[in-house]
């Protein structure tokens, strides 16, 4: 299984950014997709998840209202819209595939199995 992100860069603090995850090697409808983001120091922090179909989305309260996450089953591809970025977003971003229904909304670094190699995100203020 290999994920791959795309879609980050430079942008200054108010402004948008929409990131790209492509899978392959297995069946991508058949699981749930996150998004987490660690920036230099920090632990890994959690973001949102889409559920198999797209029906249920879970959100972190840092970026509820901001982030949006969404996926194209026809395409292998997950994204994470984000707008009205702050310099506090600043971090490598990564998506992870999670085989597993769980009652926590995919919050879990252990929920997931297989990770991508993550895009940088700058916030410029």
């Known amino acids: 299984v290999q994920l791959v992100e795309s879609g980050g860069g430079l942008v200054q603090a108010g402004g948008s950014l929409r990131l790209s995850c492509v899978a392959s090697g297995r069946s991508f409808s058949s699981y749930a997709m996150g998004w987490f983001r660690q920036a230099p120091g920090k632990e890994r922090e959690y973001l949102a998840a889409v559920t198999w179909i797209g029906n249920s989305k879970y959100y972190a309260d840092s970026v509820k209202g901001r982030f949006t996450v969404s996926r194209d089953n026809a395409k292998n591809t997950t994204f994470l819209q984000m707008n009205a970025l702050k310099p506090e977003d600043t971090a490598v971003y990564y998506c992870?595939?999670?085989?597993?229904?769980?009652?926590?909304?995919?919050?879990?670094?252990?929920?997931?199995?297989?990770w991508g190699r993550g895009t940088q995100v700058t916030v410029s203020s």
């Open positions: 992870a595939s999670a085989p597993r229904w769980t009652a926590n909304g995919y919050r879990d670094l252990n929920d997931y199995d297989f």
